[in-house]
């Protein structure tokens, strides 16, 4: 069987792999089965063939200076062998070695640059899922064990974090699906592996896919799916500097959920491509220090693949998806259109990053672009007025960072004025338009150094405004490759809570560095940093907050039981419940914990909210915690009148299922969907604020029926 027909045997052309059923729901690719079982001895002239080309590689990239690993991603029949035995025919899977350990010779396990898994992972059965039952691609346990061994190869410290990373679990279907989830799904884990590293281009097709609402199984597929190329910049200071070019399948993919992730998240510059050979020319160009070759145990089976051409390559995959996906053609057109996007080639790319001159003296660049994710309505159990036009997405806004040499600073933590050395103004907020330079500018005290304006927002001294609009600009700056410790100063209004200074300690910042403006708002700033960050009362959040935070105080697996929790905010508390006595026997009986945040540190409110299964809790700042909470929990609101969907965003952001329970559901419903309709109450929000109210106790006995 040549390369070519095993890939066509493998892609259908439908959006699923023919399958044949196993033990206990398991599921094996038909074709890999019949590759893979050992009915009779392996043809060794593909062995030989794998072991020239696999040379080849090594021995030219060395020529050109570059070091050359091939990964073998072992087929789940080889690791799982033990629930595929009933798919195979008798005696074909039994005590006999698959996989790589069946059919490749010492002479091909040997060589220097084959990275192979299979006796890692198999090891570590029982311990991890390593593969999905209703998947061909490995899970993120076993991708995270062969992304450990590729590290050990190249004497790069991995990423410890990885697994601590924000994920999302839901029951989907797989590549090997029938058509219909199972009647008992299995919980599908996607890790969000983005903290460090961004997207600095994607070829048309790459773009086509991420435009697209087709399926994961179909996305999987090559004949879709080859010749999509991405590249990412990471500049964090503990990435490692080397520029890897990635070529691999649906195991490291174009999404950043798997392996691509895993090297976006731990090397300054990655490039993948989806294909099954190395393209010599895209090599040339970028001259990168490592390539990596990865591919599946099955197409190591059959004569390696020679000749790869991204550009032709993905001219055809492309045409094959615009066909089957023709809606998706316009939106991924808009995709292009709005993001600049330009080829990239190490050095050139990275370059191309950097700040944009607005003047000598000032700088400025895009550092998070906008983006658009779905909002479902919230869950209400209560009669409720309409609103004619409730927010169905949410638009983030972009993310932007500006430098300033030899600023003139006036800031109050609520407004801001920044001229440059030249007297030019850079930066304005909350300043009236009449408003004349400042007399006190003439000689104000000097801050030498580097300077962040960091604490831009009224409400710096409230827990949820610290922790979601000031706190992510430390991670912002180290996703640039600027380090906190080149920082000398931080401006803040004033410092005003304990949890402020616990925060900031955990980046090593103390009140050392910390400037407070509120008696003296005139500053002359040798070098100033401002990060542009506007949530837009949440339903413009990028989702890179939330996944930061929770990757900030990250809580590894424990066996603390899972609990419902309740955070208690009685009468005589800024907005507290005046009924609560009422509701209180109802959430006992419903097995809730019922606690106040007072007095706990930040980790431990973190530590709690990540065993918590069902979170209810008065609008307020304990709710910021829901960031520590695993993904998909549920999340109950009651309002006041004091109605902002500050934390019916941060849900959606957060991947929970929001109900909101209001005081008054008739008038003030539109105010928690609409966005416009929220900030036209600004004004009035000091009149409802602080005030005491009853719950519905009704709709509180609904909602707790229905989660």
């Keep these: ?130 593969f999905w039952k209703s998947d061909t691609r490995w899970a993120p346990w076993s991708c995270y064990m062969a992304y450990q061994l590729l590290c050990s190869k190249l004497k790069v410290d991995t990423n410890t974090q990885l697994l601590g990373y924000p994920f999302d679990e839901a029951a989907q279907l797989m590549n090997l699906d029938q058509g219909q989830l199972p009647e008992e799904p299995q919980l599908i884990r996607t890790y969000r592996l983005r903290l460090r590293s961004v997207q600095r281009y994607a070829n048309e097709l790459a773009l086509f896919r991420e435009a697209s609402s087709a399926s994961e199984a179909l996305l999987s597929q090559a004949e879709y799916s080859e010749g999509a190329q991405t590249v990412f910049e990471n500049r964090h200071p503990e990435a490692s500097r080397l520029c890897v070019v990635l070529i691999g399948d649906a195991h490291s993919g174009d999404s950043r959920t798997l392996f691509t992730g895993m090297l976006a998240e731990t090397f300054a510059e990655l490039h993948f491509i989806w294909g099954d050979a190395i393209d010599w020319n895209y090599i040339d160009q970028v001259h990168p220090d490592v390539v990596i070759t990865q591919c599946s145990e099955w197409q190591m089976a059959v004569p390696p693949t020679l000749e790869f051409n991204t550009i032709t390559r993905a001219e055809a995959s492309l045409a094959r998806l615009r066909t089957l996906l023709p809606d998706t053609a316009q939106s991924s057109h808009d995709c292009v259109s ?176 910390i400037v407070e403006t509120v008696k003296q708002p005139h500053w002359c700033c040798d070098k100033l940093l401002h990060i542009d960050l506007n949530c837009g009362i949440n339903l413009k959040m990028h989702r890179y907050i939330p996944q930061w935070m929770k990757h900030l105080y990250p809580v590894v697996d424990h066996a603390e039981p899972r609990i419902k929790l309740y955070i208690t905010r009685p009468e005589g508390v800024r907005r507290g419940i005046r009924n609560e006595e009422q509701i209180l026997p109802l959430l006992r009986a419903a097995g809730f914990t019922i606690l106040a945040m007072e007095g706990l540190s930040v980790a431990e409110q973190a530590r709690l909210l990540s065993r918590v299964d069902v979170l209810m809790s008065p609008h307020g700042g304990a709710l910021t915690n829901m960031v520590f909470c695993r993904p998909g929990i549920t999340v109950v609101e009651l309002f006041s009148r004091h109605v902002f969907p500050y934390y019916y965003g941060l849900a959606a952001n957060c991947g929970h299922h929001y109900h909101a329970i209001l005081e008054n559901p008739l008038q003030d419903y539109a105010r928690l969907v609409n966005i416009d309709v929220a900030q036209s109450f600004a004004d009035s929000q000091h009149e409802t604020a602080g005030l005491s109210f009853d719950v519905d106790v009704d709709a509180v006995a609904a909602v707790l029926s229905q989660v």
């Design 1 to 130: 069987m040549s390369h070519s027909s095993a890939v066509e045997a493998l892609d259908v052309g439908s959006d699923r792999v023919e399958s044949v059923e196993g033990l206990e729901g398991w599921l094996f690719a038909k074709p890999a089965l019949d590759l893979l079982t050992p009915r009779q001895p392996v043809d060794s002239t593909v062995e030989a063939a794998w072991r020239e080309e696999l040379n080849h590689r090594a021995a030219t990239l060395q020529q050109r200076g570059i070091q050359y690993i091939h990964l073998g991603v072992p087929d789940k029949l080889s690791i799982m062998k033990e629930y595929g035995a009933s798919a195979c025919a008798p005696g074909t899977v039994g005590d006999q070695d698959l996989g790589f350990a069946r059919w490749s010779s010492e002479s091909l396990k040997s060589l220097s640059c084959l990275v192979e898994p299979t006796g890692y992972l198999t090891r570590q059965k029982g311990k991890y899922p390593l």
């Design 338 to 513: 709005s993001a600049g996007n330009q080829p990239v080639q190490a050095g050139l790319g990275i370059a191309n990053t950097g700040l944009q001159t607005q003047s000598g003296l000032s700088e400025s660049r895009v550092i998070l672009k906008p983006e658009t994710y779905a909002l479902d309505p919230p869950g209400l159990v209560q009669e409720h007025g309409q609103c004619a036009h409730p927010e169905t997405q949410m638009h983030t806004n972009a993310v932007s960072l500006t430098q300033v040499s030899q600023a003139l600073v006036y800031f109050t933590g609520v407004s801001w004025w920044v001229h440059d050395g030249a007297r030019q103004e850079v930066l304005r907020h909350g300043m009236p338009a009449d408003q004349k330079a400042f007399r006190r500018w003439r000689a104000p005290p000097r801050l030498a150094g580097t300077t962040l304006m960091f604490a831009t927002s009224a409400g710096a001294h409230c827990y949820y405004h610290w922790m979601l609009e000031i706190l992510p600009k430390l991670g912002m700056l180290e996703r640039e490759g600027i380090s906190l410790d080149s920082i000398d100063h931080f401006l803040v209004r004033e410092i005003t809570g304990d949890w402020q200074l616990q925060t900031l300690a955990r980046f090593g910042i103390d009140s050392s560095r």
